[in-house]
């Protein structure tokens, strides 16, 4: 797929412009200059001509603590591109950093447009001559903010590219959404396992500020990496840049499979994590748990650290857990087998058949206890859904289902059909009857003979319906 890349200095309006080409408000927009940092990539179409862009963060001069890793990011994307789009500030007129930047971009002998940004009158089109200097035709007046000459800009583009570039299918790859509090680790993991600088890495915590999309593929399946800004306490979300990436985060999370929770080893778990790990069961995605920079802890076992985990946040005591660093790369390819574990867990369906028969074995192991004079009573469960998994659980009075009892089943399930990191939805339905004259069967042998007939009903239903 096409390819276009949108270059300049800083705030100058380069993300506006890319939200409103992709036509979503993907990158974060803010009057502060240097808010874009990585690069981002969207997709969107020209009269039926799919092509992909890519917004790249300001170019800055290499005083600025971040200038030079921004302005590598920028070059990246203009070497992975196809086509280029400069943008400049129509309201300061040319500065040196535009000609330093025009300068790149003409080396590169790649179809180019100028787009003078913030024109929101076009009657000061005239003005735009003195933007001649920067040696790039053809110059076209936008607003980005506006959605001014938007398709006059691409189309001047177009004209200067071939049509030869075939359009790809959108797949549906699996999505990994790296999650974790700032400084854990998750640019650099994300290079790491890519092979490259694709992410932005400083140790200055909150660097990453949007959600960043890449592909990789291992063993032959492709995957899609969201490395995400860094989860912060509402109190610490000052700037209105930080609430954004808290909320491009929450939105990553939603949109993956499955979520890598990234723990720094150094600190183990503090209340983000546990806040983070809360959000992925709540979304109901699969999770993986990895503790970063191990490299630097000495003296400690890992079985204590690992326990002292699962003690602080009970969800991730199902969860698959690795020792990582990062940082030499240890061990960091096993992640990926861990990834299929629990996307073939978010996938996988159990008949009611199956089920039933696993249920009756696990009640005749442990009753359900009495309450007030009255025994729980199982009719069936059956799953109704998966990604994450669903059951239902039919039930005579779902008040009498306790806690403990409740998870001893759950544990049952996890156990039984071998489900990893993976939430369950478990529902309880009700069905009371009018009490009879006549007296009840005993107890215990009667829930256990009316599953075991179910069980042979919901057999027989499946040996019909196949």
């Not at 939603?254 to 992925?280: F, H, N, W």
């Not at 204590?304 to 698959?320: D, Q, R, S, T, Y």
């Not at 059909?417 to 009490?435: A, C, I, M, Q, S």
Request: include cysteine.
């Amino acid at each position: 797929m096409l390819t276009i890349a949108i270059v300049g200095r800083p705030n100058v309006g380069k993300s506006a412009l890319f939200n409103t080409i992709v036509k979503k408000r993907i990158a974060i927009v803010d009057e502060h200059e240097g808010v874009t940092r990585d690069r981002l990539y969207g997709t969107s179409d020209l009269f039926g001509r799919s092509f992909q862009i890519a917004d790249t963060g300001g170019m800055l001069s290499k005083e600025d603590r971040f200038g030079q890793q921004i302005t590598a990011q920028a070059e990246i994307a203009i070497h992975e591109a196809d086509a280029i789009i400069l943008v400049v500030d129509s309201r300061v007129g040319v500065q040196a950093l535009d000609i330093e930047v025009a300068k790149i971009v003409r080396r590169t002998k790649k179809p180019l447009v100028l787009a003078v940004n913030k024109v929101d009158n076009l009657s000061f089109e005239k003005d735009l001559y003195a933007f001649s200097s920067l040696g790039i035709q053809p110059i076209v007046a936008i607003s980005a903010i506006h959605k001014i000459q938007i398709a006059e800009l691409l189309e001047a583009l177009f004209d200067q590219i071939p049509e030869h570039y075939e359009e790809v299918e959108k797949s549906s790859h699996p999505k990994i959404a790296i999650i974790g509090r700032p400084n854990a680790g998750k640019s650099l993991l994300t290079n790491t396992i890519l092979g490259n600088n694709r992410c932005l890495v400083s140790p200055i915590a909150g660097t990453t500020r949007d959600s960043v999309d890449t592909e990789v593929s291992v063993d032959g399946i492709t995957y899609t990496l969201i490395d995400t800004a860094g989860l912060k306490k509402s109190h610490k979300e000052k700037e209105v840049v930080e609430k954004f990436s808290t909320i491009r985060t929450e939105r990553a999370i939603e949109r993956a499979d499955l979520c890598l929770l990234l723990v720094d080893s150094q600190y183990g778990v503090t209340t983000e994590e546990k806040r983070i790990a809360k959000d992925i069961e709540r979304a109901g995605k699969g999770c993986v748990v990895a503790l970063n920079k191990w490299d630097l802890i000495k003296n400690v076992r890992m079985e204590h650290a690992m326990k002292g985990l699962e003690n602080e946040i009970p969800f991730l005591v199902h969860c698959p857990k690795l020792f990582i660093s990062a940082k030499t790369g240890r061990n960091v390819e096993k992640l990926f087998p861990l990834f299929s574990t629990v996307l073939t867990s978010l996938h996988t369906r159990i008949s009611t058949h199956k089920l039933n028969k696993a249920l009756l074995g696990w009640m005749q192991q442990f009753h359900p206890p009495m309450i007030k004079g009255r025994r729980l009573r199982v009719y069936y469960m059956s799953q109704v859904s998966n990604h994450p998994p669903h059951f239902v659980l039919f039930v005579n009075s779902p008040h009498l289902m306790e806690n403990s009892y409740k998870r001893y089943l759950i544990n049952q399930l996890r156990k039984t059909f071998f489900f990893e990191g993976v939430p369950f939805v478990f529902t309880l339905r009700g069905k009371e009857k009018k009490r009879q004259k006549r007296a009840p069967a005993k107890g215990i042998d009667r829930d256990l003979s009316a599953i075991s007939a179910v069980v042979d009903y919901a057999h027989e239903e499946e040996l019909l319906t196949s």
